[in-house]
């Protein structure tokens, strides 16, 4: 069970979360959206450790995060930036591996069972052509299909995920939300902030919209014209077609 | 291990064989088993040098790989710490005040570069403690300070006192391998063990580093930790080569480029060749300061500039027009 705890932020006397308040169980698919600036980056840097707040807690198990050293954090949940920030040339294969990094100890690094699971990965999500492939020469949708799938050797629970679509074109930014679902199948928790909520909405069964740093919904996936407009002001439909969820934007 | 390396190992190891006899005044092979004044300038004069420059080398470097690595930017180097300038202000200190104490047999103008190289990383490290969430802006600015507060100090200190020691410290600041013993080379031949076993022992979370601050969290890595322990033995090795060998320029900048692109981003295979390169480059780098203008020796710092970077240049040249 993930759990955030009244968690308010702040940065000088500007307020960004508050009490902001929800829980999850295992194997639910949280879809986050809200207007920019709406704190929706911030509750999953919290959540993923990178930032703190003493304002309330998260929680794993009922285990606060902020007890868990980075390493053993690294063992539940896997955080994947909106921004990557790739300037030296770097290896697919290392990337991949890196996954296994908080399970390693200083002098062993990998372990028989790290190289299995990465070999395993690599066949499910087609990347053997990548593995020798220096990180720099993928095109942005390659490079957030690996990044994932070594969100997916991590092998934890949790995964967070900063708008995984940004400047992905139709084509990869579908492999990239086939990849979720499938991990999703396979049990992972997944929280993901995103605006493309015509993508998610219908893959996700939980939603949280924040607004201004505070929670508008939280709860069960619901359809809500009202609550879409209140948070993008623009008018949001759905349609069913062969019983798929289609969500559009109609102006 | 590819083929590449091999072949510039055979090359460097030969130009290390090759340098110590050959100069102003050859030695013949014959002659350095015997006792006569070729064998004296062969054992305590050239070989030696070559030694040092292999190390010096190899040492500036890695530690530039190391850098870029840590300020995920391949123009990092060691000096945007402040580790040279803080040296050269030991070091003008030291030759100004005729400090002339000695410590396990290191003299004071090696001794207080040396402390002056620490202190410059003591000096951002302690910043950045001061500021919560400090991040490697905050270490750059912090060094990009402590660069100019260090080349005021020098030039000051010129400036005030007698013209006597000038010479020998603008011969200081151009960087030299010249006058050394076999003590200054077991010392910075056991750093670089110990810079080579840490960079090994550490190659993921360097890679970590490089990849991003929040990617490497989110795999568990403490990124500020880590980035603080290694400037700080940065600051210890680098420290020690820059207080006996001076400030010798462009090889951290330089060799880790060549290294990365012929590495072709593998780790282990761009460590072992920026040690060769380095290395290889700072020993002929030597032997032509030592041939070019006889009697006079040539600063290596200067050779390594002068050639450095019109080469540079040219590398980075031939690498954007690829690109197009």
């Given at each position: 069970?993930?759990k955030?705890?009244?968690v308010?932020?702040q940065?000088?006397n500007?307020?960004?979360?508050q009490?902001v308040d929800?829980s999850l169980?295992?194997?639910?698919?949280?879809?986050?959206f809200?207007p920019?600036g709406?704190g929706?980056s911030t509750?999953l840097?919290l959540m993923?450790g990178?930032l703190?707040?003493?304002?309330g807690?998260?929680f794993?198990?009922r285990?606060?995060i902020?007890?868990c050293s980075k390493?053993?954090l690294?063992t539940?949940?896997?955080?994947l930036?909106?921004?990557?920030?790739?300037?030296l040339?770097m290896?697919v294969?290392?990337?991949?591996?890196s996954?296994?990094?908080?399970?390693?100890?200083?002098?062993?690094k990998y372990?028989?069972?790290?190289?299995?699971?990465f070999?395993k990965?690599?066949?499910r999500?087609?990347l053997?052509?990548f593995?020798?492939?220096n990180?720099?020469t993928?095109?942005?949708?390659?490079?957030k299909?690996?990044?994932?799938?070594?969100?997916?050797i991590?092998?934890v629970?949790?995964?967070?995920?900063d708008?995984?679509?940004?400047?992905?074109?139709?084509s990869?930014a579908?492999?990239v939300v086939?990849?979720l679902?499938?991990m999703?199948?396979?049990?992972?928790?997944?929280?993901?902030?995103?605006h493309?909520i015509?993508?998610?909405?219908?893959?996700?069964?939980?939603m949280l919209a924040l607004?201004?740093?505070q929670?508008?919904?939280?709860g069960?996936?619901r359809f809500s014209a009202?609550?879409?407009h209140?948070?993008?002001?623009?008018s949001?439909k759905?349609?069913?077609?062969d019983s798929?969820?289609?969500?559009y934007?109609?102006? | 291990m590819?083929k590449?390396?091999y072949?510039?190992?055979?090359?460097?190891?030969a130009l290390?064989?090759?340098t110590?006899?050959?100069?102003i005044?050859?030695?013949h092979w014959q002659t350095i088993?015997?006792?006569?004044?070729?064998s004296?300038?062969?054992w305590?004069?050239?070989?030696?040098r070559?030694i040092l420059g292999?190390?010096?080398g190899?040492?500036l470097?890695l530690?530039?790989?190391?850098?870029q690595?840590?300020f995920?930017?391949?123009?990092?180097t060691?000096d945007?710490?402040?580790?040279s300038?803080?040296?050269?202000?030991g070091?003008v200190?030291?030759?100004?005040f005729?400090?002339?104490?000695?410590?396990?047999?290191?003299g004071?103008?090696?001794?207080f570069s040396?402390?002056?190289a620490?202190s410059s990383?003591?000096?951002?490290?302690?910043?950045?403690r001061?500021?919560r969430?400090?991040s490697?802006?905050?270490f750059?600015m912090c060094?990009?300070?402590?660069?100019?507060?260090?080349?005021a100090l020098i030039?000051f200190?010129?400036?005030?006192?007698?013209f006597s020691?000038t010479f020998?410290?603008l011969?200081?600041?151009?960087?030299?391998?010249?006058?050394?013993?076999?003590?200054?080379?077991a010392?910075l031949?056991?750093?670089?063990?110990i810079?080579?076993?840490?960079?090994?022992l550490f190659?993921?979370?360097f890679l970590l580093a490089?990849a991003g601050d929040?990617?490497?969290?989110?795999?568990g890595?403490?990124v500020?930790r880590?980035?603080?322990?290694?400037f700080?033995g940065?600051?210890?090795?680098?420290?020690a080569v820059?207080s006996?060998?001076?400030p010798?320029?462009?090889?951290?900048?330089?060799?880790?480029?060549?290294a990365r692109?012929?590495?072709?981003?593998?780790?282990?295979e761009?460590?072992i060749?920026?040690?060769?390169?380095?290395?290889?480059?700072?020993?002929?780098a030597?032997?032509f300061a030592?041939?070019l203008?006889?009697?006079v020796?040539?600063?290596?710092?200067?050779i390594?500039?002068?050639?450095g970077?019109p080469f540079?240049l040219?590398?980075i040249?031939s690498?954007?027009?690829?690109v197009?």
């Amino acid at each position: 069970m993930i759990k955030a705890a009244h968690v308010s932020y702040q940065i000088g006397n500007k307020s960004i979360l508050q009490n902001v308040d929800f829980s999850l169980n295992e194997n639910d698919f949280l879809l986050i959206f809200g207007p920019n600036g709406a704190g929706k980056s911030t509750i999953l840097k919290l959540m993923a450790g990178i930032l703190t707040t003493k304002q309330g807690g998260i929680f794993i198990g009922r285990k606060n995060i902020l007890l868990c050293s980075k390493k053993e954090l690294a063992t539940h949940v896997a955080y994947l930036p909106q921004f990557d920030e790739f300037n030296l040339p770097m290896l697919v294969k290392d990337i991949l591996l890196s996954g296994r990094y908080p399970y390693g100890s200083l002098f062993k690094k990998y372990s028989r069972r790290d190289y299995e699971l990465f070999d395993k990965t690599v066949e499910r999500f087609e990347l053997a052509d990548f593995v020798d492939r220096n990180m720099l020469t993928l095109s942005g949708g390659e490079r957030k299909k690996v990044l994932l799938a070594s969100a997916f050797i991590q092998d934890v629970p949790l995964i967070l995920l900063d708008e995984p679509l940004n400047f992905l074109d139709p084509s990869s930014a579908i492999q990239v939300v086939k990849m979720l679902k499938e991990m999703h199948e396979q049990g992972k928790t997944i929280l993901l902030v995103s605006h493309l909520i015509q993508y998610f909405f219908p893959i996700a069964n939980k939603m949280l919209a924040l607004k201004n740093g505070q929670t508008q919904y939280f709860g069960e996936k619901r359809f809500s014209a009202s609550l879409f407009h209140d948070i993008y002001q623009v008018s949001v439909k759905r349609l069913m077609i062969d019983s798929k969820e289609i969500i559009y934007i109609h102006e | 291990m590819s083929k590449k390396i091999y072949v510039l190992a055979a090359i460097v190891l030969a130009l290390m064989f090759l340098t110590p006899f050959l100069g102003i005044i050859p030695i013949h092979w014959q002659t350095i088993f015997k006792s006569n004044p070729s064998s004296f300038v062969f054992w305590q004069l050239r070989v030696p040098r070559t030694i040092l420059g292999f190390v010096a080398g190899s040492i500036l470097a890695l530690s530039g790989l190391v850098c870029q690595n840590l300020f995920k930017n391949d123009l990092a180097t060691p000096d945007l710490l402040g580790i040279s300038s803080g040296a050269a202000a030991g070091a003008v200190l030291a030759l100004k005040f005729n400090l002339l104490v000695s410590f396990i047999g290191f003299g004071g103008l090696i001794l207080f570069s040396y402390l002056g190289a620490l202190s410059s990383v003591f000096f951002v490290l302690l910043i950045s403690r001061m500021v919560r969430n400090s991040s490697l802006y905050t270490f750059l600015m912090c060094g990009v300070a402590l660069n100019f507060f260090y080349s005021a100090l020098i030039v000051f200190f010129q400036y005030l006192f007698d013209f006597s020691n000038t010479f020998s410290l603008l011969r200081w600041l151009m960087g030299g391998i010249s006058v050394v013993g076999y003590r200054e080379i077991a010392f910075l031949g056991m750093l670089l063990f110990i810079f080579l076993f840490f960079v090994f022992l550490f190659k993921q979370e360097f890679l970590l580093a490089s990849a991003g601050d929040h990617f490497a969290q989110s795999r568990g890595l403490h990124v500020a930790r880590f980035r603080i322990y290694s400037f700080l033995g940065l600051a210890f090795i680098v420290g020690a080569v820059v207080s006996i060998c001076g400030p010798i320029g462009f090889i951290a900048l330089i060799v880790p480029h060549v290294a990365r692109i012929w590495g072709q981003s593998n780790f282990h295979e761009t460590v072992i060749l920026s040690l060769l390169l380095g290395g290889g480059f700072l020993v002929l780098a030597d032997f032509f300061a030592r041939i070019l203008m006889p009697p006079v020796e040539v600063p290596v710092g200067i050779i390594t500039s002068l050639f450095g970077a019109p080469f540079f240049l040219i590398l980075i040249i031939s690498k954007l027009k690829k690109v197009e």
